[in-house]
């Protein structure tokens, strides 16, 4: 990994800190407090949302030091990326000690409000990570052997995670907005093991190139594993696909 650390980096390194151990102190609250784990309303949302969101910032942070792009660029993206990140654990996490649903809630005029922000900021992410994603297929990412073939892979999978989650929300809010409520709490299911899985590749794929760069292997065999890797992330990224669909 690289070893000089820029004060933007430190700062987002710090908060993805803060929202992973927002997440795990969370996952005691409920350990004490109890109540369901599935749901609209649960812990389980401030407690995978912290864990997802700070591990995603610390991973683009790292990954994106590999990336050909100005460096002011990167510190001004990063930047609102981390902002954004600590809006939407902030509004999940405000919502679930509230006992309310984070998303797609518009039973009262400030959840609607809360349900929009987080819309918003979700549509935010992905045109951040958009950015960063076709700035790697546009100049080859730097590093060892492998990492700028993981870095596009992560990026491209993370792409699919973007959508996915999209999706998600854009039914919600028409099922919301025309009465079904309960239907639009229902309607992600089918999506999210997909955006799980696919989110968290840009962190999984360029960590393995990495490793391995740490190896006495040659090129070759490191070049070989990483796109065993890739191979095996797309056939899982499928096979969440193929169950979404039918599930849908």
Known sequence: MKLHVRPAERLCHVIGAVLILSGLVHLGVFAVDGGPWYGPVSWRKPVTFGLS???TLI?????TSYLRIG???RTVLLVVFAADCVVEVGGITLQAWRRVPSHLDMETPFDTAVS?????GGGVLVVLL???AVTSFRHRPTGPTGMALAVRSGFAIMLVALASGAAMIARGVVLARTGHQEAAYHSTA???PLHGVSLHAVLVLPALAWLLSRTSWSEAVRLRVVRVAVG???VAVAGAGVWAVLTY
């Open 53 to 55: 969101f700070g591990a």
């Open 59 to 63: 991973a683009v942070t790292w990954v």
């Open 71 to 73: 460096a002011r660029l």
């Open 116 to 120: 929009m922000m987080l819309a918003v």
């Open 130 to 132: 958009t950015v960063f």
């Open 190 to 192: 089918p999506l999210k």
């Open 232 to 234: 095996c992330y797309v």
